[in-house]
């Protein structure tokens, strides 16, 4: 059973890496020994974090601005000047705008969508040759891709392009398992609930009573939690899973 989540021996990058949820599956992912880069486009984050988390295995640091596709290509190519092949990619970059919807901006589609929806795109893209490498049939490359129960619901906030972002990349990641289950690569989604982040931070300090008392499982979700359903997505444990969403919400998205 220890062997069935391992994933000792296996390369995986975690963009966002550097806090929230993309800190809690990167951290989850050394402990559970993978070597992980974690990106983001603070270098000096990316770096103590790195520092930190190789306290516990190994870790390394890799900035990036993935907002363009330009950004996602020097990625890849700088993961491919260090590592022969990528056994799983985290797209959980993200980023959010919520205002009236008589205000919200043109500018906040772009970004968001941007950051959301075509930056898992275009590096999933980008790192397919990795991937490809790293892929066997009974144990696929992964892709996990991190939604929202924003994109499963409606949500109770105006983050227009944020929901919207995320509802198309659960489908995404639907369109993406059919097309690279060929090539032996597996792609998933989760879609995380309320957590402790800096993007929920706002949004828990006004409404965290309101948000505990309509979840079911009565709390916000704890770093295990992420951590342990990326770690099943990542091992050998979820081999044969491909194209699914998997809400982590304590049971919101299901009321």
Known sequence: MTDLFSLSGKTALVTGGSRGIGLMIARGFVEAG?????????????????SELSKLGEC???????????????????????????????NNAGANWGAPLAEYPDSAWDKVLATNLKSPFFLSRACLPLLEKAARSDDPARIINI????????????????????????HLTRVLA?????????????APGPFESKMMAATLDRFRDAIVASCP??????????????????????????????????GISAC
């Open 60 to 90: 390394r640091s890799i900035p990036a601005d993935l907002s363009t596709e330009d950004g996602a290509k020097g990625l890849a190519a700088e993961l491919a000047g260090r590592e022969s092949a990528l056994h799983v990619l985290v």
């Open 147 to 170: 939604g929202s129960i924003d994109g499963l619901r409606v949500p109770l906030l105006e983050t227009y392009a944020y929901s919207s972002s995320k509802a198309a990349l659960h």
């Open 178 to 190: 059919r097309q690279l289950a060929p090539r032996r690569i597996t792609v998933n989604a989760v």
């Open 217 to 250: 499982l009565g709390r916000i979700g704890e770093p295990d939690d992420m951590a342990g359903v990326a770690i099943y997505l990542a091992s050998r444990a979820g081999s044969y899973v491909t194209g699914a969403v998997i809400p982590v919400d304590g």
């Open 34 to 50: 993978a070597r992980v880069y974690v990106s983001s486009r603070k270098k000096d984050a990316c770096d103590q974090v790195a």
